[in-house]
T-cell receptor
C-alpha cells in the first residue's frame, strides 16, 4: 500500500487561532488528495477534494474561506482551519489517490482540539 | 437516498466465527468497491477492493460483489478479537469522479 503522512498528529489551540495541517504522499505523486472530518462515533465526512495546481472543490456546507486548502505540489496538500472555534474540534483525515489507481490511501489523521 | 448504505450495528460474533458485513448502493453505474477497516481513534486502512461480480479472497477476508442486486459484502473467517473495528464500505462511481463511504458497521469479536 501507499504511504500517506499527516502533520501534526495532535493540535491543541486557543479559540480564534489558525491551524495548518499537512498531508504528504511519501512514495507516490498524488494529483488528487481528499480532506475528511470525523466527529466522535460518526462517519467520515468529505470536506473537499484537492487537485494539484488548481482550486479545491468543496462539499456542500463546507466553508471554503474557513477551511483553506492548498495543493501546491504533487506530494503535499495543506488544510488551514482559520479562526478555529471549539466546534471545529474534530479528527481531520487526508487521503491520496495514486495515479492510475482508484484506491484512496489514508493518512493517520490529525486530532484538533480548540479550547 | 444515500449512495451507500450499511447497517451501523453493532455486530457481535464469537471468536472463530464468520462475520458477515453487508453494504448496498444506489448508483448502478458504480464500478469500484472498497472495504476499509477503522480502529477506534485511528484512520481507515484498506482491506481490499473488488471490481468484478463474484468473490475475491485475501487471507481470511472475502469480498463479494453482486452488481445486479447492488450489494457488496465482506466475510471475515475465523474472526479474531483484533478484528473488532468499524468496517467502511466505499465505492467509486462511473467515471471515477465521486468516492462515497458508508457510515460503517461496528464489529465486536467476543473472545
Amino acid at each position: 500500500g501507499a504511504v500517506v503522512s499527516q502533520h501534526p498528529s495532535w493540535v491543541i489551540c486557543k479559540s480564534g487561532t489558525s491551524v495548518k495541517i499537512e498531508c504528504r504522499s511519501l512514495d507516490f505523486q498524488a494529483t488528487t488528495m481528499f480532506w475528511y472530518r470525523q466527529f466522535p462515533k460518526q462517519s467520515l465526512m468529505l470536506m473537499a477534494t484537492s487537485n494539484e495546481g488548481s482550486k479545491a472543490t468543496y462539499e456542500q456546507g463546507v466553508e471554503k474561506d474557513k477551511f483553506l486548502i492548498n495543493h501546491a505540489s504533487l506530494t503535499l496538500s495543506t488544510l488551514t482551519v482559520t479562526s478555529a472555534h471549539p466546534e471545529d474540534s474534530s479528527f481531520y483525515i487526508c487521503s491520496a489517490r495514486r495515479p492510475g489507481s482508484e484506491t484512496q490511501y489514508f493518512g493517520p489523521g490529525t486530532r484538533l482540539l480548540v479550547l | 437516498q444515500k449512495e451507500v448504505e450499511q447497517n451501523s450495528g453493532p455486530l457481535s460474533v464469537p471468536e472463530g466465527a464468520i462475520a458477515s458485513l453487508n453494504c448496498t448502493y444506489s448508483d448502478r453505474g458504480s464500478q469500484s468497491f472498497f472495504w476499509y477497516r477503522q480502529y477506534s481513534g485511528k484512520s481507515p486502512e484498506l482491506i481490499m477492493s473488488i471490481y468484478s461480480n463474484g468473490d475475491k479472497e485475501d487471507g481470511r477476508f472475502t469480498a463479494q460483489l453482486n452488481k445486479a442486486s447492488q450489494y457488496v459484502s465482506l466475510l471475515i473467517r475465523d474472526s479474531q478479537p483484533s478484528d473488532s473495528a468499524t468496517y467502511l464500505c466505499a465505492l467509486l462511481t462511473l467515471g471515477g469522479n465521486q468516492f462515497y463511504f458508508g457510515t460503517g458497521t461496528s464489529l465486536t469479536v467476543i473472545p
